[in-house]
C-alpha cells in the first residue's frame, strides 16, 4: 500500500491497478473532500491487508478487476472485514447484472469508469455525506428483480404519514440525513427517527431495500 497524499482529513483508499485511472482518481478525490488522505492498493490482497491494518478508511474507492479477485470477491472480502465502511465500486464493467451484484453485495454506489468526472464527484459527495448513489439504470434493473423474487402478497402495512413519505423520497434521491434535515428544515434526529419508522412500516432494514420496496408498491398500486 503506498500512501500519496496527507492532510487533516477523511482517509480514501483507491484500490485500483491502472496507474493513469489512479492518477485520475487521486485528483477527483479532493474535489469531492478537500483535504482528504489518499492510499492506494493495487490488488486484492493489498486492499484486504490495508483495511486489516491500524489505519481506518472512511472510504473505498473499488475497481472489481483487481488481480487476485473474481467477481465481487473483493468487495464481498470487504464487506465482511469493514462492514462499516462505505464502497465506492468504480468499473470499467458498465452491465446491469453485475451493477445489481454490487449494489446488493453492499456498495454504497456504483460509478461506471465511462461516467463524467462530475458524476463521480457527486456520487463521492453523496456517499462522504452518509447517502449513497445509484445509476438509474441501477434502480430499475434493482426493481425489477427485487418485485420478482418477492413473492409473498403485500400485506397491510401502517401507511406512512405524510413527512414520511417525502422523507422517502429525498431518500430514494440518495440524499444523507444530514441533507434531507437541511431540505425539510427539521433536525437530524427527526429525520433518523422517520428513516426507522419507514424501515419498519415497510419491513425492510437498509436504505436500498427501503427504496426498491417503495417501488414495488407503487408499481401494485400501494400508496405506501
Known amino acids: 500500500m503506498e500512501v500519496t497524499s496527507r492532510a487533516a482529513g477523511k482517509r480514501v483508499?483507491?484500490?485500483?491497478?491502472?496507474?493513469l485511472y489512479c492518477e485520475a482518481l487521486r485528483a477527483v478525490v479532493p474535489q469531492a473532500y478537500p483535504g482528504a488522505e489518499i492510499a492506494e492498493a493495487g490488488s486484492q490482497s493489498e486492499v484486504l491487508a490495508a483495511v486489516t491494518s491500524?489505519?481506518?478508511?472512511?472510504?473505498?474507492?473499488?475497481?472489481?478487476n483487481l488481480p487476485g479477485a473474481t467477481?465481487?470477491?473483493?468487495?464481498?472480502?470487504?464487506?465482511?472485514?469493514?462492514?462499516e465502511t462505505p464502497i465506492v465500486v468504480v468499473s470499467a464493467v458498465d452491465d446491469p447484472k453485475t451493477m445489481q451484484q454490487v449494489i446488493l453485495g453492499g456498495a454504497s454506489a456504483?460509478?461506471?469508469?465511462?461516467?463524467?468526472?462530475q458524476v463521480l464527484i457527486n456520487a463521492?459527495?453523496?456517499?462522504?455525506?452518509?447517502?449513497?448513489?445509484?445509476p438509474a439504470e441501477v434502480v430499475a434493473a434493482l426493481r425489477e428483480t427485487h418485485?420478482?423474487?418477492r413473492?409473498?402478497?403485500i400485506e397491510p402495512r401502517s401507511e406512512l404519514t405524510l413527512r414520511q413519505r417525502r422523507v422517502l423520497e429525498l431518500l430514494s434521491q440518495g440524499l444523507s440525513n444530514k441533507q434531507i434535515a437541511r431540505t425539510l428544515g427539521i433536525?437530524?434526529?427527526?429525520?433518523?427517527?422517520?428513516?426507522?419508522s419507514i424501515f419498519k412500516k415497510l419491513g425492510v432494514t437498509n436504505r436500498v431495500q427501503a427504496v426498491l420496496e417503495a417501488g414495488r408498491l407503487l408499481v401494485k398500486g400501494s400508496p405506501y
Open 147 to 149: 418485485a420478482h423474487n
Open 124 to 134: 463521492l459527495r453523496a456517499i462522504l455525506a452518509g447517502g449513497t448513489y445509484m
Open 71 to 83: 467477481g465481487i470477491s473483493c468487495l464481498a472480502a470487504l464487506r465482511r472485514i469493514a462492514p
Open 151 to 153: 413473492e409473498e402478497p
Open 13 to 19: 483508499l483507491i484500490a485500483d491497478d491502472h496507474p
Open 54 to 64: 491500524d489505519v481506518a478508511f472512511d472510504l473505498v474507492l473499488l475497481d472489481l
Open 110 to 117: 456504483y460509478v461506471p469508469k465511462s461516467a463524467p468526472r
Open 187 to 196: 433536525s437530524e434526529i427527526t429525520v433518523k427517527a422517520h428513516v426507522s
